[in-house]
């Protein structure tokens, strides 16, 4: 039994043929060239209303992590149900004003902002600047300065907290390049107090991405409080929280996902009382279980030991198994009743990474055949490369019976 609705509630099998919303996925087969990246635009809705309705106290602004999937009609659909924006470069930013993102709603992020980015921020007078070092904020002064600008800045700490995810995509621990220790946090805070050009308001976190425990976020979560108390307790005024994103999804049958009732709760019983703004920046989360890669079938290929199962579909589509060893389920278009068989399911691109699942069970495949990758919102698109320097696959948006084919 294939329970595909666990990925995503909108891709569904009718009479064994596999639909996204109400398109038959065979159909955009025959009408475009695979690979071809399909979104549920209702899944994307939902991600988002049901965040939102998590929360029974505090009321976060939320911030899509643009960093997930910059397509513009992701832009679009997050920001029309009022969302905003976290940013991690110049053309992020420009392309969220471009989509007519709020500038009030954009908060930029990142280690490495350049003295460029940060200028073109404060001109745009975007909501905040997440500040990573104290040389940073150093910089921002004398551009402030220069350019007669005030901004808002939240530091960014290191709670030194392992989330317990995938070592490449763990970033608040103090080895990490990310965030400010605890120790120097104050020691901003007292610099800065009197600077007329820079308004701390607060702090922001972010330990990491694909997080399927609440553990290591309450365990931050609450030495982030902790930290806010005694800046208060010094006489400083801290008004705004940004809690950052990672909260994890389904990517396969053996990944266990995080409620995200409880992921709130935490948040409300931690904050609901301090009096802040509290943001939150999910990518992942928002868009990651929208997606879907469309692959054919390209011809299968009878090795010694086991048979390969070659897609047209690869790791510059969707670099995620090569890069962490993550593993997407993959599921017929057309369900056939005959024995399963157990294949690799490979990717064209001259890599031996470039596999996508080592002995999945599958019924016979050949070639044309349709397969889908799941859970590819997120971290595929927007990774992808001109490796082999193959054409880069189109995205297509689909809500109902309607699809739009996005150049992105
Ligand atoms: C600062 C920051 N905020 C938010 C995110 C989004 O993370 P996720 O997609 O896991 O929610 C990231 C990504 O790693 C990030 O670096």
Avoid: W
């Avoid at 962490?324 to 890599?351: F, R």
């Amino acid at each position: 039994m294939i329970k595909v609705s666990e990925y995503n509630k909108f891709l569904s099998y009718n009479k064994n043929k596999l639909f996204l919303e109400d398109i038959p996925l065979e159909n955009l087969g025959e009408k475009f060239d695979t690979p071809l990246f399909c979104y549920s635009v209702s899944q994307i809705e939902h991600n988002f209303t049901e965040l939102q309705k998590a929360f029974k106290k505090v009321k976060p602004l939320i911030c899509y992590a643009l960093k997930a999937n910059f397509n513009s009609n992701i832009i679009k659909i997050l920001s029309n149900l009022g969302c905003g924006i976290d940013v991690v470069s110049d053309g992020e930013l420009q392309k969220s004003l471009k989509n007519g993102v709020d500038n009030q709603k954009i908060v930029f992020s990142g280690v490495g902002k350049t003295n460029k980015e940060i200028e073109i921020a404060i001109k745009k007078n975007i909501k905040q600047i997440n500040v990573e070092s104290i040389e940073e904020l150093e910089e921002i002064a004398i551009i402030c300065k220069r350019l007669n600008r005030t901004i808002n800045i939240c530091l960014r700490v290191n709670p030194d907290v392992d989330a317990k995810t995938h070592e490449k995509i763990s970033t608040g621990r103090s080895e990490d390049k990310f965030g400010i220790s605890d120790k120097k946090v104050l020691e901003i805070f007292k610099k800065f107090k009197s600077n007329k050009f820079i308004k701390i308001k607060g702090l922001s976190m972010h330990i990491g991405s694909q997080i399927v425990l609440l553990e290591p976020f309450s365990k931050a979560f609450r030495k982030i409080k902790l930290q806010i108390l005694k800046l208060r307790r010094e006489g400083f005024e801290v008004s705004s929280l940004d809690l950052g994103g990672g909260v994890g999804i389904k990517y396969n049958d053996k990944n266990k996902i995080l409620d995200i009732k409880s992921y709130a709760q935490v948040i409300d019983e931690l904050f609901s009382d301090l009096d802040l703004e509290i943001i939150i920046e999910p990518g992942r989360y928002l868009v990651g279980s929208s997606g879907i890669i469309l692959s054919r079938v390209i011809r299968t290929k009878s090795g010694d030991n086991k048979d390969f199962v070659i897609i047209d579909a690869g790791m510059d589509n969707l670099i995620r198994p090569a890069l962490y060893g993550a593993e997407h389920k993959i599921i017929p278009v057309k369900k056939k009743q005959t024995n399963l068989k157990s294949y690799d399911i490979v990717g064209p691109i001259c890599e031996t990474s470039d596999v996508f699942i080592k002995k999945m069970k599958i019924h016979r495949l050949n070639s044309d055949d349709l397969v889908v990758i799941c859970s590819t919102g997120a971290y595929s698109s927007c990774m992808a490369s001109q490796y082999n320097l193959r054409k880069p696959a189109k995205e297509i948006f689909i809500k109902k019976k309607k699809f739009t084919l996005s150049n992105n």
